[in-house]
C-alpha cells in the first residue's frame, strides 16, 4: 500500500496554463506539506496544512494555491505557470507538526515549455 | 533564522570505507536534527533524528549521527559502505518549540560508492 501518493507522476505543459498535483496519504496523518525541488536539488517548503488549517505558507507566489478537501488529501494549485515553476514537487505527511517524521510521496516532476 | 550548511555536495567513497557526511547548524533554539535519504527518483526517507537525549543517534541501514551543541555538527557517518548507500543525503534542521515547525535542509550531498 502505497503511504503518500501523488499524481501526476509527470506534467508537461506550457506556460501560461494551470495545473493541479494532487496527493492523498492513508496514514492517518494529521499534517501534511509540499515542498518544491529545483534542479540543483535544493529543497524548499512552500505550504503546511494541519487538520486541513493551512499554518506554513512560505514566500511563494500567490499563482500558486493549496487545498485540503480533508485531512488525507492536500492538492496544489498553478495559475499561469511559468517557466520558472518547472521542478519537481513533494508531498509530505506527518503524524502531527512538530519533530514528526515526514513521509514524501514519489514527486512531480512539472516541466513548462 | 535557522541554517543548515552540508560541507561538500559530493563525496565519493570506495565500497567498505568510512562514510562521513557533514552538516553544521544555525538555530536560535535548541534544534530537532534529521538525515533524510533520497534515492534516485524517488522521495524523501527519514535516516534518522536528534530531538532530545542521548546524543548519538542510530538509524535505519547502520547509519549513525552525533549532535555536538559546542561545534553546532550533526555529522552522519557509516562504519563501512554498501553500494546500495548510492543517493543524496539531507540534512535538515527544525526550531524545537513555539508554532514554527518548519523544517530548513541543507543543499545535499550526493554520495557515490566505488566498487
Known amino acids: 500500500d502505497t503511504a503518500v501518493s501523488q499524481t501526476p507522476k509527470y506534467l508537461v505543459t506550457q506556460m501560461g496554463n494551470d495545473k493541479s498535483i494532487k496527493c492523498e496519504q492513508n496514514?492517518?496523518?494529521?499534517?501534511m506539506y509540499w515542498y518544491k525541488q529545483d534542479s540543483k536539488k535544493f529543497l524548499k517548503i512552500m505550504f503546511s496544512y494541519n487538520n486541513k488549517e493551512l499554518i506554513i505558507n512560505e514566500t511563494v507566489p500567490n499563482r500558486f494555491s493549496p487545498k485540503s478537501p480533508d485531512k488525507a488529501h492536500l492538492n496544489l494549485h498553478i495559475n499561469s505557470l511559468e517557466l520558472g515553476d518547472s521542478a519537481v514537487y513533494f508531498c509530505?505527511?506527518?503524524?502531527?507538526?512538530?519533530?514528526?517524521?515526514?513521509?514524501f510521496g514519489p514527486g512531480t516532476r512539472l516541466t513548462v515549455t | 533564522a535557522q541554517s543548515v550548511t552540508q560541507l561538500g555536495s559530493h563525496v565519493s567513497v570506495s565500497e567498505g570505507a568510512l562514510v562521513l557526511l557533514r552538516c553544521n547548524y544555525s538555530s536560535s533554539v535548541p534544534p530537532y536534527l534529521f538525515w533524510y535519504v533520497q534515492y534516485p527518483n524517488q522521495g524523501l526517507q527519514l535516516l534518522l533524528k536528534y530531538t532530545t537525549g542521548a546524543t548519538l543517534v542510530k538509524g535505519i541501514n547502520g547509519f549513525e549521527a552525533e549532535f555536538k551543541k559546542s561545534e553546532t555538527s550533526f555529522h552522519l557517518t557509516k562504519p563501512s559502505a554498501h553500494m546500495s548507500d548510492a543517493a543524496e543525503y539531507f540534512c535538515a534542521v527544525e526550531n524545537s518549540g513555539g508554532s514554527n515547525y518548519k523544517l530548513t535542509f541543507g543543499k545535499g550531498t550526493l554520495l557515490t560508492v566505488n566498487p
Open positions: 509530505a505527511s506527518s503524524q502531527g507538526a512538530g519533530s514528526y517524521e515526514q513521509y
Open positions: 496514514l492517518g496523518h494529521d499534517t
